[in-house]
């Protein structure tokens, strides 16, 4: 951690992750055949961008679990679920909501879709935040496929109070405490287990081929709330791990936080021609667990490296990582929106299929850029503040360490 509070390395791997995913996009409708040779190894390279949904999960246990390993190391009591909850509220549900609200109204505007019972149970589940519990609601939207990780990220945060008053109830410290974290973590792994193995899922119209809903049934029961939080609960062991070293600062640190980082791209090279899912260990997506465990690690390292953690978190990237959430609930709806008010956009096929595809990408990263500082400014930041005036006096918690990297 440097003196502006920050947890080295966070802001880094925020913007990285959310870049991935805006790149995995972009990359999907690039036909592969009208790319320069030298170019093809790259643009598969970022296919596999999708991975950056683990290191969002992972991150957000991370920042999420340090104040409650914080307070139970101290023998305080658990930090307040009022506040906890307020703040998770304001900083996710408002720039999720307009998210959702402009993408089913320009899907029925521009997209032709009618408003009939099932897009209406889709859209309702996605605003109560629990489109995650079954394939029919996964996708609330059609225009917009990355809301879908809201409600399992909602889950997360739901079941990680749960997790730590177990350990404040065993009044566990130090490391015992971490080893009733793994014990957690198993408990999680078995439920997800039992999920895959007695949830199963008929075959009629499954299948990317049926659309949204489809895929989301290709999907399931591999993809659920209780898995996702085992991938979050890794994030949780990692800030555990982080609050009794973050003493030993080094540059063993560096050395140990480079080969973390280092070994997420080489998970994503080694995973290239496969799933983009990258379906791991038990199901469970995102190459499972060695992808949580290199960037729990990572996350362990940083806040104590002597330099690398300092040139990683460079300010363009802080500022990625800051309006970051707003990247990631627009950028598909922007891609959708170029193509519908643009013909041939991202027609990508013949001779200048390459050229097109740079172009219409820059436009989009631009445009996104330009909504999620928006959203940030306008909403995001404005919720996060009055929200913190709804907090109880005297009961002013550590905020999330790493607040700052827009957590």
């Known amino acids: 951690m440097n003196q502006d509070n920050r947890l080295l390395g966070a802001d880094f791997l925020r913007a990285t992750a959310c870049m991935g995913v805006l790149l995995h996009h972009l990359a999907f409708r690039m036909d592969m055949n009208s790319v320069p040779d030298a170019i093809q190894p790259v643009l598969r390279f970022l296919v596999y961008g999708s991975f950056g949904v683990s290191v969002f999960f992972v991150l957000s246990g991370f920042l999420l679990a340090r104040p409650f390993w914080l307070a139970l190391d101290a023998g305080k009591p658990m930090p307040s679920m009022r506040t906890y909850a307020l703040r998770r509220l304001a900083r996710i ?4 909501w307009l998210a959702l ?20 149970i889709r859209f309702v589940a996605g605003l109560l935040l629990v489109s995650d519990w079954h394939w029919v609601t996964l996708f609330p939207v059609d225009n917009n496929g990355p809301l879908w990780s809201i409600g399992f990220e909602v889950t997360a945060y739901l079941l990680l109070p749960l997790g730590m008053a177990a350990l404040f109830a065993a ?14 973590i198993a408990v999680v792994l078995l439920v997800h287990w039992m999920a895959v193995q007695w949830a199963p899922i008929d075959e009629v119209e499954r299948g990317w081929n049926h659309g949204l809903v489809g895929g989301a049934k290709a999907w399931m029961p591999r993809f659920n709330p209780i898995g996702f939080f085992a991938i979050f609960a890794f994030g949780g062991l990692a800030a555990g791990v982080q609050v009794l070293v973050q003493r030993h600062k080094g540059i063993a640190m560096d050395v140990i936080g480079g080969l973390a980082v280092l070994a997420t791209a080489v998970i994503l090279a080694v995973n290239i021609g496969g799933l983009s899912e990258g379906f791991g260990w038990l ?31 460079i300010a363009p990237l802080r500022f990625i990582a800051k309006i970051s959430f707003g ?63 709804l907090e109880q006096p005297g009961r002013r918690d550590e905020a999330p360490a790493g607040i700052k990297t827009a957590s």
């Open 283 to 313: 199901g469970i997506p995102y190459a499972f667990p060695i992808m949580p465990i290199a960037v729990g690690v990572a996350l362990i390292a940083l806040p104590s490296s002597v330099y690398l953690g300092r040139w990683l978190d």
């Open 171 to 184: 009044k566990a410290r130090d490391w015992p405490a971490r080893l009733l974290w793994i014990g957690v």
């Open 93 to 96: 549900v408002p720039g999720f």
């Open 101 to 120: 609200i402009v993408s089913l109204c320009l899907d029925l505007m521009l997209g032709g879709k009618v408003l009939d019972g099932e897009r209406i």
């Open 327 to 389: 990247i990631y609930v627009w950028h598909f709806l922007i891609m959708w929106l170029i193509e519908k008010l643009v013909p041939g956009a991202f027609d990508t096929s013949g001779d200048t299929g390459w050229a097109t595809w740079l172009q219409t990408s820059g436009i989009v990263i631009a445009v996104t850029f330009v909504v999620a500082t928006l959203s940030f400014y306008l909403l995001e930041q404005p919720a996060v503040r009055w929200a913190r005036k």
